[in-house]
């Protein structure tokens, strides 16, 4: 469904992804890990914008998206997930919702059964829906982040670190959700520094250090290998 093959790409001179390929398959839950400034962002950069790609391709499908703008890569099904949880602050959650779903729906009806099924993955944002979602903690921020991106109902999922900056408590919930998204035959593309979390709940993994893919493989065999912690390191 989705493949990058050998992509370098840079920061204005600074080359930062060196001959990454990586493919995804439909239903897979695939995560990207690695340390700080491993490159892990800058590799969901290359897919959905925001970093030059000087050479290799990123396929969607049949299709050809290298340096294809964020909106057509958006309009594509594939729903981006950023960093930091960027949720509109001011809007309510279910406001929020109707953002994420409004160019992607034909009828009320399908925006409703979008966010019920959104409701039904987080309870606490139905319990919340009139909330204006800038007042909300951090983990239900990026409930709201999460559930934005669902309304699109996309192809593709892309999160990056969801997890971060959460009480493990709410780290828990947040990788629940994941998995139960990946049970429901979801296609999710995860960048995550918590490593360990990670695995347990995706099919297959890539480890990236430096710009270049250290270690891949099924998510299972990853976990039980020795040299994994080096992927923490810098
Ligand atoms: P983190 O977990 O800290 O987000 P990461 O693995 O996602 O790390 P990237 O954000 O992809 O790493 O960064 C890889 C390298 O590219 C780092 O050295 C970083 O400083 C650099 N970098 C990231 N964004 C930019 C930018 N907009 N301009 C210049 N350099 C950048």
């Given amino acids: 469904m989705l493949a990058l093959k050998d992509i370098y790409a840079k ?46 391709k990123v396929y969607f499908g049949e299709k050809d998206v290298t340096s294809l703008p964020a909106h057509a890569v958006v309009k594509e ?4 997930v950023p960093e930091n949880r960027r949720v509109f602050r001011e809007l309510s959650v279910e406001d929020n919702l109707i953002m994420g779903g409004f160019k992607f729906t034909r009828s009320k009806k399908e ?7 959104v409701y039904e993955m987080f309870p606490r944002l139905r319990e919340r829906k009139t909330q204006k979602a800038g007042t909300m903690s951090g983990g239900e921020q990026q409930m709201v982040a999460i559930g934005r ?3 699109m ?6 999160l990056d670190e969801p997890s971060q900056g959460l009480a493990p408590r709410i780290v828990e919930e947040i990788f629940e959700a994941i998995q139960k998204l990946g049970k429901e035959g979801r296609t999710i593309v995860l960048v995550e520094q918590n490593i360990f979390q990670a695995l347990q709940i995706s099919n297959r993994a890539y480890v ?16 039980a290998r020795e040299d994994i912690k080096e992927a923490y390191l810098h």
């Avoid at 839950?29 to 800058?42: C, E, P, Q």
């Avoid at 925006?111 to 099924?117: N, V």
């Avoid at 990236?208 to 493989?217: A, T, V, Y």
Wanted: no cysteine; glycine share 14%; net charge neutral.
């Fill in 11 to 56: 920061y204005d001179q600074l080359n930062v992804l060196k001959g990454i390929s990586i493919h995804v398959e439909k239903g897979e839950v695939v995560s990207i890990l690695g340390a700080n400034g491993a490159g892990k962002t800058s590799v969901l950069k290359a897919i959905t914008g925001g970093i030059t790609v000087t050479s290799g």
């Fill in 153 to 158: 109902s996309p192809k593709l999922m892309i």
């Fill in 77 to 80: 099904g594939i729903s981006h």
């Fill in 111 to 117: 925006m409703d059964a979008r966010m019920e099924s």
């Fill in 208 to 223: 990236i250090k430096s710009g270049e893919i250290m270690m891949e493989g099924d998510a299972k065999q990853l976990l």
């Fill in 149 to 151: 991106g669902l309304m």
